[in-house]
């Protein structure tokens, strides 16, 4: 008998042959995997920015939970978000990145502060959104209309009634300040994702 009736034919020289294509096999999907976004923001991201389940707007409740339409209180549920930010006033990124969205103080979502007044918030009573609390200094930086961008997720948008950034990926388009649902305008945003549930 020789060794190769023992092992099905297998010798030294075949065995290292396969452990050569599956270590290359695995390497590249490491490299699949682990690879960055076809448009990576190189500056500093913060993170958790949550989905809540009354709202549908994107919120930091980080300190403090409160201004939610839909419930008083916010109820996170799903991905947690990374958002691109510097703190600098001066617009920075590239063509499909959109500055000038900031966390408000009030209701604690992401609203665009680039119009005057800046939206209906339910944490001022009605008034508009404000940004001189804890993150009053971040101007966050939003990547839009990209397409199939990994690592991301699309469908969130301008709400034209509140300012705010809601989800409208679905047919429920969340509680309003300004009364009903959201309803949306503009680019469709795709924000990084931190951590998938």
């Not at 992401?110 to 009053?136: D, I, Q, S, W």
Request: hydrophobic share 30%; proline share 7%.
């Amino acid at each position: 008998m020789t060794s190769s009736d023992h092992d099905g034919g297998l010798t030294r020289r075949s065995l290292l042959g396969k452990a050569i294509g599956l270590g290359a096999a695995a390497t590249l999907a490491v490299t699949t995997l682990s690879a960055a976004p076809a448009h990576a923001w190189t500056g500093p991201l913060q993170h958790p920015w949550d989905y809540c389940r009354w709202c549908a707007a994107l919120v930091n409740t980080s300190w403090f939970n409160h201004g939610c339409p839909g419930d008083g209180q916010h109820w996170k549920i799903g991905w947690t978000f990374q958002l691109p930010y510097t703190e600098s006033t001066i617009p920075t990124g590239t063509p499909n990145d959109q500055p000038d969205w900031r966390h408000c103080d009030g209701c604690l979502t992401l609203y665009f502060a680039g119009y005057n007044p800046a939206g209906v918030c339910r944490g001022k009573n009605g008034g508009p959104h404000t940004h001189n609390g804890l993150y009053g200094g971040k101007n966050y930086i939003l990547p839009h209309d990209l397409t199939n961008t990994a690592g991301t997720q699309p469908d969130w948008r301008f709400c034209t009634k509140c300012n705010v950034l809601f989800y409208d990926g679905s047919s429920f388009k969340g509680a309003c300040a300004a009364g009903g649902g959201h309803t949306s305008q503009g680019f469709n945003f795709d924000i990084p994702v931190y951590t998938y549930y």
